[in-house]
């Protein structure tokens, strides 16, 4: 009788064999790519979803882009003038915090600027994020967008998933094969942290209310060895 996959011993240098060179290959695709292209942005990932990331991606895939270990890619880049690979390239290290990524190209900074500022992909929110607005199911029959568009526009949800909205917090019942509230039932208000519940009822209600959007912070140009802050506003400052 073949052995279990479950009772495979992992040993734990063997992991860690493999994220030490995961890491020193972002580490010098980082250096490969700073050696290739001559504008380097750092961007930052609001909402993350994979999905549109890999759009990002096809959209520049005459570029480079890395969205791995910030503290990696950081350290590739140098954290001053004497450790920095190329010059001036340390002064985008301090805008590397959080769900940063780096975009290597040869586009010029405004084409690239232009591209996000406009670029918005609406989802599902998840839990752990802010209501973006007060979502309420009305009382009666309950329909499948949840009171978002007029009844005579909608259809009921079906009875087999009574029980899964009760599981998620809805007061529902049946009456006559309809699934009905006797009374409003307030899914999220504005501002309120989603848990996980909340977040699946809005999903069942077609109600998206996170955006997945990427926010260039700084970029540095190779042939002036300086970095241009970027504020919400515009260009902002050089350092």
Known sequence: MPKSRRAKVVHLSK???????????????????????????????????????????????????FFGKTKVMAKSLGSDPETEY???????????RGDIGLLFTARP?????AYFSTYAQTDFARAGVAATHTFTVPAGIVYSRGGEVPSDQDVPVPHSVETTLRKWGMPTKMD?????????????KEGQVLDSHQTSLLKMFGV??????????????????KTTVVESEGEAMRD
């Open 15 to 65: 992991v860690e064999k493999k994220g030490k060179e995961l890491s020193e290959k972002l580490y010098n695709g980082v250096r490969e790519a700073a050696d290739e292209y001559p504008f380097v942005f750092v961007f930052q990932v609001e909402n993350m979803r994979n999905n549109y990331l890999k759009e990002v991606r096809t959209e520049f895939s005459d570029s480079r882009i």
């Open 86 to 96: 190329l010059p001036g390239l340390a002064t985008l290290t301090p805008h590397m």
């Open 109 to 113: 900074p405004a084409d690239v600027l």
């Open 176 to 188: 006559k094969g309809k699934v009905v509230l006797d009374n409003e039932y307030v899914v999220c």
């Open 208 to 225: 998206a209310m996170a955006e997945f959007r990427i926010r260039v912070v700084a970029y540095w140009i190779a042939a002036e060895g």
